[in-house]
Nanobody, 115 residues
Framework: QVQLVESGGGLVEPGGSLTLSCAAS????????MAWYRQAPGKQRELVAQ???????NYTDSVEDRFTISRDNAKNTVYLQMNSLKPEDTASYYC?????????WGQGTQVTVSS
């Protein structure tokens, strides 16, 4: 069974930066997709970024050029570097792993952008 543990959330001022981490443990295959989602109060969960097989990346328009998703294969960890943060980025961020037809979710980490 796969477990995902997110970390790195917190309070940051507008324009600041945070880096989120998602460490995966268990049976992790070489070929998989990892993604970051976020959900703000009263809003639906939305895809923020994803990395496919550690090579291809996609971003939602609202974060493109500000966020960067990457993967450390040795650590089975995916990162989300968030720069130029805006109040609208405030949300709970969730890590998602998809492999072999199975989907796994992390518990989430809170990101609050406020002065």
């Amino acid at each position: 069974q796969v477990q995902l543990v997110e970390s790195g959330g917190g309070l940051v001022e507008p324009g600041g930066s945070l880096t989120l981490s998602c460490a995966a443990s268990g049976s992790i295959f070489r070929t998989y997709v990892m993604a970051w989602y976020r959900q703000a109060p009263g809003k639906q969960r939305e895809l923020v970024a994803q990395i496919i097989n550690g090579r291809y990346t996609n971003y939602t328009d609202s974060v493109e050029d500000r966020f960067t998703i990457s993967r450390d294969n040795a650590k089975n960890t995916v990162y989300l570097q968030m720069n130029s943060l805006k109040p609208e980025d405030t949300a709970s961020y969730y890590c998602k792993l998809t492999q072999a037809g199975y989907i796994y979710w992390g518990q989430g980490t809170q990101v609050t952008v406020s002065s």
